[in-house]
């Protein structure tokens, strides 16, 4: 590649990530409504054409920013499983995260839940953040255990169902922990993944 085209790449790169930013930054202020193409391009400086050289629509803006949430909730994620005080708390540690994560970041929530995107779940095209998040929840479960992923999506599916309904006021939002205590107590009985050894942190 010649030096002209590698500039090139990165100019692409530099302003694939301000439109990006740009629009992670104006739902979190205005929400997802205000993010339009117009006002990204206000934003960053570049005319709409600019933009959709970029993505061929909110959607695809949606989804880009949903990949960065997801980058984002694997890495969260993973500090709370491997800081949990016992093999047996992960679980708990991992449910307890995932909550607060939705909770303090809900543009990016809707993002990654919510909002149509393009990003393709449980597929064998499924982004690697995507699936990172994921693997973290069935990371809690014994390795042997072939319904490890099973208890994963009921687990990760309970949670969204919390995380969604409290957002919008149609549960109270002070009652997470003892959801949360009944959630954890109903995979109580299914064997715990044995603690991973120091290196992998």
């Known amino acids: 590649m010649s030096a002209l085209s590698e500039r090139r790449e990165r100019d692409r790169a530099h302003r694939h ?17 205000a993010v339009t193409t117009r006002r990204l391009a206000e934003r960053v400086e570049y005319s709409q054409p600019v933009l959709y050289s970029h993505f061929n629509g909110k959607d695809a803006i949606v989804g880009a920013v949903a990949l960065d949430g997801f980058g984002e909730l694997a890495a969260h994620l993973r500090r709370a499983r491997q800081d949990a005080p016992a093999p047996g708390g992960a679980l708990r540690a991992v449910c307890r995260a995932y909550l607060a994560f ?8 809707q993002a990654m839940f919510v909002l149509p995107t393009d990003l393709a779940f449980a597929h064998a095209e499924t982004p690697p953040p995507l699936r990172a ?7 809690c479960f014994h390795r042997d255990d072939e319904r490890r992923e ?8 309970a949670l969204h169902g919390m995380a969604v309904l409290s957002d919008g006021g149609r549960i109270p939002a002070d009652g997470q ?3 949360l205590d009944l959630l954890v107590a109903g995979f109580a009985g299914v064997p715990a993944a044995p603690r991973e050894p120091e290196r992998d942190r």
Not at 102 to 109: M, N, Q, S, V
Not at 150 to 157: C, D, H, I, N, T
Request: charged share 35%.
């Open 133 to 139: 998040a994921f693997d973290e929840f069935v990371r």
């Open 177 to 179: 922990e003892e959801r």
């Open 102 to 109: 939705a909770a303090e970041r809900p543009a990016l929530y």
């Open 17 to 33: 990530r301000l439109i990006v930013t740009a629009a992670r930054e104006l739902a979190e202020t205005e929400g997802w409504e």
């Open 150 to 157: 099973l208890f994963a999506e009921v687990v990760w599916s």
